[in-house]
């Protein structure tokens, strides 16, 4: 479960480790932390665990529902003769004042609207474009 895992943090749950990677978030001033090394695998479950990232802030505030903290996490493997991925399983951990029945309510609305999540469980046509 734990291959090419990665962590991406917001608000009380960010990671204050030295060897993250920190970027600017539009939902909370202090930003986002996100460890991962440096692998396509890696890069692939970045993108999924902070599109859910971010969903749960959005998704949240239409709902009314305060967070104070996210942490996503995301793992997968790869068919080693092919190289395709075998699944990504992410996992939310949240710190908020809402109660368990608000919180997963709003799980269940993050993991149906999650552009990432949806854009890779529908297949996603990938081509190199030739230079001019």
Do not use: K
Request: net charge negative; hydrophobic share 45%.
């Amino acid at each position: 479960m734990d291959q090419f895992a990665v962590v991406v943090g917001a608000g009380s749950l960010r990671s204050s480790a030295a060897d993250v990677v920190r970027f600017p978030h539009r939902w909370t001033p202090e930003g986002v932390t996100v460890a991962a090394d440096f692998t396509g695998a890696h890069l692939l479950h970045v993108a999924a665990a902070g599109c859910v990232l971010n969903d749960v802030y959005r998704e949240a505030g239409e709902l009314g529902i305060r967070v104070d903290g996210v942490r996503v996490t995301a793992s997968g493997g790869f068919d080693t003769r092919t190289w395709a991925s075998t699944g990504i399983t992410y996992r939310v951990e949240l710190r908020s004042p809402a109660s368990a029945d608000e919180l997963d309510r709003l799980l269940a609305r993050v993991d149906e609207v999650a552009e990432i999540p949806r854009a890779l469980r529908a297949g996603a046509p990938v081509r190199r474009a030739d230079l001019p």
